[in-house]
């Protein structure tokens, strides 16, 4: 009878030494994805990519727009308020216009290489939230199946312990009938 009850408290050791690795190993893998999504490998750039990046940056930013407009403001009133032999661009202002067409011109391909790289970062992040997703889904699947095996070992264990109860039940009915 006692080595009965010893066994009984080996399997259940057993499962629970099973359990703790499980839930060991699953906190090491999460630690490691938790440490690589939290420190993604540095992006590298050519130089264009990070001229780009600046000019963009810099284009769509009220430092531009408030020193694009006093630079307007400046070349108009240089060029009114001068006698006409210092003036470089007298009014209509053709040159000023060329340059603002220039400006936009070169601007415009610019922040839209900007724009292109910033697309493929978000594309690269949707593409690892959906890896992330995917991988929590299967992690689930696997622990469900954890859970149903200790599940069944447990009821295994249990249907086994309530034979053996049986046996033990009925060797004492026997003692008590043959005692009588």
Sequence with gaps: MDVDIEKLVSANNEQIR??????????????????????????????????????????GSWAFIVSFLF????????????????????????????????????????????????????????????MVNLKAELEINALNQKIDFLLEEQIKTLFESQAKQLEILKKLEEKISDNR
């Design 71 to 130: 630079l307007l403001l400046f070349w108009i009133l240089f060029n009114t308020l001068t006698p006409i032999k210092d003036n470089f661009d007298p009014y209509p202002f053709i040159l000023m216009n060329l340059i603002l067409s220039c400006v936009a011109a070169l601007q415009a391909p610019i922040i839209m290489m900007s724009q292109n790289r910033q697309e493929e970062k978000d594309r690269k992040r949707s593409e690892n939230d959906y």
């Design 18 to 59: 099973k359990l703790q690795e499980i839930v060991k190993k699953v906190i090491e893998e999460e630690k490691l994805i938790t440490n690589n999504l939290a420190n993604p490998p540095k992006e590298v750039l050519t130089k264009g990519q990070s001229i780009s990046d600046r000019v963009a940056k810099f284009g």
